[in-house]
Every structure is written in structure tokens, then in C-alpha cells.
């Protein structure tokens, strides 16, 4: 071991260990390390004082300020349980009911719009306008219809689905499967797509030509009119809320090809309390607003 001295350029004495030529430096601890070690002891101090700390066998210190993290997950709890007490009413009540009710309206458009926003806008738009093969849901006509209780049914169980009671609807293939010939299938098309468009805007010819096809194929589902069938599932052909496109070669397309729309079941999803906030959700986007 070295003696200890002087060292002469950061004038500490040093410890007088030397290791190869390389001698250590006895330097003082910095006064922040006393400072931080003290307010720490400090806080310690008022903590222990303060908040409930030390165990005394079969319970502990209360501390002054009497925190309790027990009693306030309680009282959380029933502040959420006071919070949500709508939930039963709104499972109790029928639509009619609470539709009626401002305040019960009020949460549904709120809760209604965070569920459909997780679980349906990914599909059919944030607005629920939908996009090509996925319905507007805020259009005057409705799949399987549009009072609250249909919508819930079809939320329930979905459409094709694969449910032991969904929804089922196919548009038959037309022209693809030799239903029908191309040039009945470019008429009917026309006659379909005049049910919506200007009148005189469609070739007169063709529409008339159309007509007598579309009586003799179409109208049991849609019905003479072309006002669709919500038992069926078929939708009005005379508005313009189009599921595939209401232009001539999206209706051609969907009488050649056919159509077979999915809808999942939310039966095992949601709860029947969401389901049926869902609903009137939906059914109020459908009213026209002031």
C-alpha cells in the first residue's frame, strides 16, 4: 500500500491505494446525495405517519389521513353500479317506452355510438352510411324492416350466418346459371333500374321489354311494385339506398351473378342490453332529424 498525499492536480488526498501506477482519490460524497438521502428519510417519515403502513399482527397502522384502498374500490364500485342503473332500465322497458324517454334516448345515442363504432362501423361506415355490398342502415328502407325489434332480431342472429335461426336471403344467379338469357337479363336490368331513376332517363323500349321479365322472375320477391319484402328480405327497388350500385352494370351484375350478403350473429357478442341499445341506435338514425 502506497502512503497516503496530496494529489496535485484536484488537490484530494488520496486513499493510498495504488493499482498499477493509478492511485485512488479519497473525495468527499457530494452534498445532493446527503440532500436526496434526508428528503428521502423525510418523506419516509410522513408517509409512515400518514398512509396505512406497518402490520401489528392482526391489522396495521390506519395512518392519519384514514386511506383506505378497500372502501374506495367499494365506493367506486357503486358509483359505476349508480351509473349504470339505466342498463336495467332500459332492459326492463320496451321500445316504445323508451323511445319515449328523453333521458333514456340520450344514453342510448351515446352508447349506441361507441358499440356500433366497435363493432359494426368497420363494415358499414362511422356515419352507418354503408359502402358497396354493406347496406346504409340510415336509409327509409330496411332489410327485414326497421322497427327496433326487427333490427334486434337481425342483430341477434345474423344474416346467412351459420345461426340456428339467422336470416337467410339469396338472389338467384340469372344469367350465370341459365335462368334466363342475356338479352332478358339486360332488360330486366333496365325495367330495375327505371324503378328509381328520372323517368324518361332509361331506354323506353327496354323498360317495357323488362317489365313482363321482371313479373315473371322478380316479383314474388320484390313484389309488383319493386317495394321489396321484409319478410324476405328483399330489398325496395325503387329507392335509391342500392346495396351493390344502382347504375346499370351493378344491377346487371347483381341479376347475372347473383347476390348472398353475410351478416355475422352478435348473439354470443353482445348482451342482450347491447343488442337492444343497438337497435334503437339504429332506429333513430333512421328518423329524420329537425
Same mark, same amino acid.
Given at each position: 500500500?502506497?502512503?497516503?498525499?496530496?494529489?496535485?492536480?484536484?488537490?484530494?488526498?488520496?486513499?493510498?491505494?495504488?493499482?498499477?501506477?493509478? /492511485?485512488?482519490?479519497?473525495?468527499?460524497?457530494?452534498?445532493?446525495?446527503?440532500?436526496?438521502?434526508?428528503?428521502?428519510?423525510?418523506?419516509?417519515?410522513?408517509?409512515?405517519?400518514?398512509?396505512?403502513?406497518?402490520?401489528?399482527?392482526?391489522?396495521?397502522?390506519?395512518?392519519?389521513?384514514?386511506? +383506505?384502498?378497500?372502501?374506495?374500490?367499494?365506493?367506486?364500485?357503486?358509483?359505476?353500479?349508480?351509473?349504470?342503473?339505466?342498463?336495467?332500465?332500459?332492459?326492463?322497458?320496451?321500445?316504445?317506452?323508451?323511445?319515449?324517454?328523453?333521458?333514456?334516448?340520450?344514453?342510448?345515442?351515446?352508447?349506441?355510438?361507441?358499440?356500433f363504432g366497435d363493432n359494426c362501423a368497420v363494415c358499414h361506415g362511422i356515419?352507418?352510411?354503408?359502402?358497396?355490398?354493406?347496406?346504409?342502415?340510415?336509409?327509409?328502407?330496411?332489410?327485414?324492416? !326497421?322497427?327496433?325489434?326487427?333490427?334486434?332480431?337481425?342483430?341477434?342472429? !345474423?344474416?346467412?350466418?351459420?345461426?340456428?335461426?339467422?336470416?337467410?336471403?339469396?338472389?338467384?344467379?340469372?344469367?350465370? +346459371?341459365?335462368?334466363?338469357?342475356?338479352?332478358?337479363?339486360?332488360?330486366?336490368?333496365?325495367?330495375?333500374?327505371?324503378?328509381?331513376?328520372?323517368?324518361?332517363?332509361?331506354?323506353?323500349?327496354?323498360?317495357?321489354?323488362? /317489365?313482363?321479365?321482371?313479373?315473371?322472375?322478380?316479383?314474388?320477391?320484390?313484389?309488383?311494385? !319493386?317495394?321489396?319484402?321484409?319478410?324476405?328480405?328483399?330489398?325496395?327497388?325503387?329507392?335509391?339506398?342500392?346495396?351493390?350500385?344502382?347504375?346499370?352494370?351493378?344491377?346487371?351484375?347483381?341479376v347475372w351473378h347473383g347476390r348472398q350478403g353475410q351478416m355475422p350473429a352478435?348473439?354470443?357478442?353482445?348482451?342482450?342490453?347491447?343488442?337492444?341499445?343497438?337497435?334503437?341506435?339504429?332506429?333513430?338514425?333512421?328518423?329524420?332529424?329537425?
Amino acid at each position: 500500500m502506497a502512503v497516503e498525499e496530496r494529489d496535485p492536480h484536484s488537490g484530494f488526498m488520496t486513499t493510498g491505494h495504488e493499482w498499477s501506477g493509478i /492511485k485512488e482519490l479519497n473525495t468527499p460524497v457530494p452534498r445532493a446525495v446527503y440532500f436526496f438521502l434526508i428528503a428521502t428519510f423525510v418523506f419516509s417519515l410522513g408517509y409512515w405517519l400518514l398512509m396505512p403502513t406497518w402490520p401489528t399482527g392482526a391489522s396495521f397502522t390506519k395512518g392519519l389521513l384514514g386511506a +383506505d384502498d378497500r372502501k374506495s374500490i367499494a365506493r367506486s364500485l357503486e358509483q359505476a353500479e349508480q351509473a349504470r342503473a339505466w342498463s336495467k332500465k332500459i332492459e326492463s322497458a320496451d321500445f316504445a317506452a323508451i323511445q319515449a324517454d328523453p333521458a333514456l334516448m340520450t344514453i342510448v345515442r351515446q352508447s349506441g355510438r361507441t358499440l356500433f363504432g366497435d363493432n359494426c362501423a368497420v363494415c358499414h361506415g362511422i356515419d352507418a352510411k354503408g359502402s358497396k355490398g354493406f347496406p346504409d342502415l340510415t336509409a327509409a328502407s330496411t332489410l327485414w324492416g !326497421g322497427t327496433p325489434e326487427a333490427l334486434m332480431e337481425t342483430i341477434r342472429v !345474423g344474416i346467412n350466418s351459420g345461426h340456428g335461426e339467422s336470416r337467410s336471403a339469396q338472389m338467384l344467379a340469372f344469367g350465370r +346459371d341459365g335462368m334466363i338469357p342475356r338479352a332478358d337479363v339486360e332488360n330486366v336490368t333496365a325495367f330495375v333500374q327505371s324503378l328509381s331513376a328520372a323517368p324518361g332517363s332509361i331506354d323506353k323500349a327496354r323498360v317495357e321489354a323488362g /317489365k313482363a321479365i321482371y313479373a315473371a322472375n322478380c316479383a314474388a320477391c320484390h313484389g309488383d311494385e !319493386g317495394k321489396g319484402n321484409a319478410e324476405l328480405g328483399a330489398p325496395d327497388l325503387t329507392d335509391k339506398a342500392w346495396i351493390y350500385g344502382g347504375d346499370t352494370q351493378s344491377i346487371f351484375n347483381s341479376v347475372w351473378h347473383g347476390r348472398q350478403g353475410q351478416m355475422p350473429a352478435w348473439e354470443n357478442r353482445l348482451s342482450p342490453v347491447d343488442r337492444k341499445i343497438l337497435a334503437l341506435y339504429l332506429a333513430d338514425l333512421r328518423k329524420p332529424r329537425p
